[in-house]
């Protein structure tokens, strides 16, 4: 065993303080630290189907998720992951920070493409070409992978169709192309963070317009590992006080992917709420609230995913 001295510990456990020195500023420091979140003590909520009444719940935010136990078929999800394993480039899922350029993060995505989130110009009109071209063969792929049986994502599209009263559709951008939606994301022990985003999951929200309503998440997990990888929910009670919350606004931002920086929010959260999704299950969440996925040590962690944004006449809108 390699005996920790006193200077190896400090590079590996690295102080806060100085952590708040680099990243932040006197008077911010001191926001944070005094920062505090009350819990609201909504739940996961377990169901055997999707229900307008559970939807209307997640909308209302009377829970933070809602699972359904065995969405897809088991057999049918190892099936087809095996296909999507060997069929996928994977790559790294990067996020381009102000003042750090692309940053990686701990999700690699391979059929499919996330929709790019640069600021206007020729790169992002650059990449928003390929996005479009690539939206229907890839959704169409994706299907191929689970036929002769229906592609579990696709039975979402059409479940929440039946359900929700404005019914669903995939997101159609001004110019009426289709987005895509349903991309494959693969979570790796290597590409954990290190620290407390590696043990506890990259604590983020996915919209940096802080306090978005019904701004939510669906992931149909087709692998998970045997232990760890769970998803983590702070319940934190949401609304105005959590939106002007400094320390809401640094989960929000895209700093909130530096693992240095992760040290420093995981300090200030209290315990999350948790969830173990199995091979199969299907989670719809509010990714308003801060959100993780744990690490784990041994596996691999797969799912379909997908946005659900609620549309000006109170139709849902699919977009990865
Ligand atoms: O994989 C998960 O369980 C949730 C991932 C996530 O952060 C999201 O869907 O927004
Ligand atoms: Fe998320």
């Given at each position: 065993?390699?005996?920790?001295?006193?200077?190896?510990?400090?590079?590996?456990?690295?102080?806060?303080?100085?952590?708040?020195?680099?990243?932040f500023?006197?008077?911010?420091?001191n926001?944070?630290?005094?920062?505090k979140?009350?819990?609201?003590?909504?739940?996961?909520?377990?169901?055997?189907?999707?229900?307008p009444?559970?939807?209307?719940?997640?909308?209302?935010?009377e829970?933070?998720?809602?699972?359904?136990?065995?969405?897809?078929?088991?057999?049918?999800?190892?099936?087809?992951?095996?296909?999507?394993?060997?069929?996928?480039?994977?790559?790294?899922?990067?996020?381009n920070?102000?003042?750090?350029?692309e940053?990686?993060?701990?999700?690699?995505?391979?059929?499919?493409?996330?929709?790019?989130?640069?600021?206007?110009?020729?790169?992002?009109?650059?990449?928003?070409?390929?996005y479009?071209?690539?939206?229907?063969p890839?959704?169409?792929?994706?299907?191929?992978m689970?036929?002769?049986?229906?592609?579990?994502?696709?039975?979402?599209?059409?479940?929440?169709?039946?359900?929700?009263?404005?019914?669903?559709?995939?997101?159609?951008?001004?110019?009426g192309?289709?987005?895509f939606?349903?991309l494959?994301?693969?979570?790796?022990?290597?590409?954990?963070?290190?620290?407390?985003?590696?043990?506890?999951?990259?604590?983020?929200?996915?919209?940096?317009?802080?306090?978005?309503?019904?701004?939510?998440?669906?992931?149909?997990?087709?692998?998970?590992?045997?232990?760890?990888?769970?998803?983590?929910?702070?319940?934190?009670?949401?609304?105005?006080?959590?939106?002007?919350?400094?320390?809401?606004?640094?989960?929000c931002?895209?700093?909130?992917?530096?693992?240095?920086?992760?040290?420093?929010?995981h300090?200030?959260?209290?315990k999350?709420?948790?969830?173990?999704?199995?091979?199969?299950?299907?989670?719809?969440?509010?990714?308003?609230?801060?959100?993780?996925?744990?690490?784990?040590?041994?596996?691999?962690?797969?799912?379909?995913q997908?946005?659900?944004?609620?549309?000006?006449?109170g139709?849902?809108?699919?977009?990865?």
């Amino acid at each position: 065993m390699t005996k920790l001295s006193k200077s190896n510990l400090e590079t590996k456990t690295p102080k806060l303080d100085s952590i708040y020195t680099k990243y932040f500023d006197q008077e911010l420091s001191n926001l944070i630290k005094r920062a505090k979140f009350k819990s609201d003590k909504c739940g996961i909520e377990t169901m055997s189907k999707l229900t307008p009444e559970i939807l209307k719940a997640l909308a209302n935010g009377e829970i933070c998720a809602v699972r359904i136990k065995g969405f897809c078929d088991p057999s049918l999800a190892k099936r087809a992951t095996d296909k999507i394993v060997q069929y996928g480039h994977f790559r790294n899922w990067k996020l381009n920070v102000k003042g750090a350029g692309e940053v990686r993060t701990d999700t690699d995505y391979g059929i499919g493409l996330p929709s790019p989130s640069d600021s206007p110009g020729p790169a992002l009109d650059k990449k928003l070409d390929i996005y479009w071209k690539r939206a229907i063969p890839d959704i169409r792929k994706i299907r191929s992978m689970f036929s002769p049986d229906l592609s579990p994502f696709d039975r979402l599209r059409l479940e929440l169709d039946e359900v929700w009263s404005g019914g669903a559709m995939l997101e159609e951008f001004p110019n009426g192309k289709k987005a895509f939606a349903g991309l494959v994301r693969l979570i790796r022990p290597e590409t954990l963070y290190k620290g407390a985003a590696g043990k506890w999951g990259i604590a983020h929200v996915d919209d940096q317009s802080t306090g978005t309503k019904n701004f939510w998440s669906a992931n149909i997990y087709l692998r998970t590992p045997r232990e760890g990888g769970e998803l983590n929910i702070w319940n934190i009670k949401m609304g105005e006080k959590s939106a002007n919350n400094p320390l809401y606004h640094l989960i929000c931002s895209r700093l909130a992917f530096n693992p240095e920086v992760q040290e420093v929010i995981h300090s200030r959260l209290f315990k999350p709420i948790s969830v173990k999704p199995e091979s199969g299950d299907l989670i719809i969440l509010d990714v308003a609230r801060p959100h993780a996925v744990a690490g784990f040590r041994k596996g691999l962690r797969i799912a379909l995913q997908s946005f659900i944004r609620h549309g000006p006449s109170g139709e849902l809108r699919l977009s990865s």
